[in-house]
Structure formats: C-alpha cells, structure tokens
C-alpha cells in the first residue's frame, strides 16, 4: 500500500480527501466513506451491505447510486475493491495502520477473511525493486470456497 506512515498525525482519509478533492466529495460520498471509517479496517462490505446499512439510518439512495459511489471511492483511493467472481464484490477501508494483508475469498458468499503473510509482501518488493517499479502494496486474493459452500 502507502508507506506506513504514524496514523495518529496522517489526516483521515475524509479529511485529506476533502482537502485534496472537495468539490467531488460530495455529502453522499461522505456519507458512505463515514460508514466505512466507523466500522473501521478489515471489515469488507457488498454494495448492497452499504445500501442497507445507510438506507436504515433513514438515507434515500438508489443501489444503482452507491455503485457509482464506491467506485469512485476505490479510484480516490479511499477504499480497496475485492473482485468476486459469483459472490459480488467487497469494498474496504484503505488505512495506514492496516497495510499489506491478504484475503481468503469465498468466491460464492462473499465470506472474506484476512491473513497476513511477510514471504508475500518480500516478493512483491524484490519485483518491484527487480523490474525498478515503485511499490505501493503488495496483497494476495485467494479465490477459494468456504466450508458451508463446498457442500453446496
Ligand atoms: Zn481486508
Ligand atoms: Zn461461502
């Protein structure tokens, strides 16, 4: 990801995006990247987790809208996509105190859970440093199925 910098003096991601872009964060995209710096790292949402959870809180916004808006987000670089092939993807809160991890996907639900790995993160630098990239994250999506859904 970024180089890790001390989170406690790094701006929010809210704040340095509204300080880098504010005509394009709109209220709606706050209110979405909000949700997500409360839940905090390393929880992974669908599209439609987000939709429900903000359309309880009284939101009204179409599922078509927050698509359009976590897409955005991912390309600000406020969150991270996982791609699921069948189970619809996943979107995550990019921080600094939650750099370089991994996933274990379940390609059907959607079941997502996070390991970490120091041989995965050393060769992602020694490419970079081999082909003389500038790196920025090195992560490992593993497609895979869960317990529940082989036997499906
Ligand atoms: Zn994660
Ligand atoms: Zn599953």
Redesign the pocket.
Known sequence: MIPPVPYSTHPSPLESGLRLDGKRMTPQRKKVLSLFEEIG??I?LSAEEVHAKLTSSGERVSLATIYRTLRLLVKMTFL?E?DLSEGGNRF?LLSHD?PD?H?LICIRCGR?E?FENNEVVKAGKAAAKKFGFKLLESSLNVRALCPVCINE
């Open positions: 790292s390393g992974h991270n996982l995550e939650h991890h996933h997502t996070e």
